[in-house]
T-cell receptor, first 114, second 115 residues
């Protein structure tokens, strides 16, 4: 079974631009969560989607948004990029949206903002 | 606010030494606990998890963890580490009521095992 895939793997953007990251969950998984990983803040929860609905949102500004499609694929968007948005963005999928579900992580998208 | 604290940021051990990584969380209700590992160049993957029952849980690759409710702790242990255990280890908590996949992670512990 193929794992979680994320595209692109690497991205360089300029301050003020916007970016869209994509995540394809494991086949059959209906929940997708996004996390931001930085050396200073560690792994922080961004949001979670299940059946095209946002179930939960972390403590990030409104510039960070996401969506989920009917095939469970998910995208996250960051508008008006800031230098501090440079990070590894991880996507994780699970069968359903449950507190006991194992989350399977993708390789991440490394975003660099210059 | 809920938080997870990992006390050791960087641990260096020789092969065959015993390992214990500390993890404490702050949440008074029911929690689901996880340890994830990230080997160099690889994805985060689950080592073990605790939901209920026996507070001593066993995971992959010889790892185990003990949940001590009174101490809000979920420490990871391995009796004898190998060079291949060199990785970053993350403790995570899901403190939701059921319908949420939100994980709160600790800062991570980098383990370096010397051959």
């Amino acid at each position: 079974k193929a794992g979680v895939t994320q595209t692109p793997r690497y991205l360089i953007k300029t301050r003020g631009q916007q970016v869209t990251l994509s995540c394809s969950p494991i086949s059959g998984h209906r929940s997708v969560s996004w996390y931001q990983q930085t050396p200073g803040q560690g792994l922080q929860f961004l949001f979670e989607y299940f059946s095209e609905t946002q179930r939960n949102k972390g403590n990030f500004p409104g510039r960070f948004s996401g969506r989920q499609f009917s095939n469970s694929r998910s995208e996250m968007n960051v508008s008006t990029l800031e230098l501090g948005d440079s990070a590894l963005y991880l996507c994780a999928s699970s069968l359903i949206s449950g507190s006991q579900d194992e989350q399977y992580f993708g390789p991440g998208t490394r975003l660099t903002v210059t | 606010a809920q938080s997870v604290s990992q006390h050791n940021h960087h641990v260096i051990l020789s092969e065959a030494a015993s390992l214990e990584l500390g993890c404490n969380y702050s949440y008074g209700g029911t929690v689901n606990l996880f340890w994830y590992v990230q080997y160099p160049g690889q994805h985060l993957q689950l080592l073990l998890k605790y939901f209920s029952g026996d507070p001593l849980v066993k995971g992959i690759k010889g790892f185990e963890a003990e949940f001590i409710k009174s101490k809000f702790s979920f420490n990871l242990r391995k009796p004898s580490v190998q060079w291949s255990d060199t990785a970053e280890y993350f403790c995570a908590v899901n403190a939701g009521s059921g319908n949420t996949g939100k994980l709160i992670f600790g800062q991570g512990t980098t383990l370096q095992v010397k051959p």
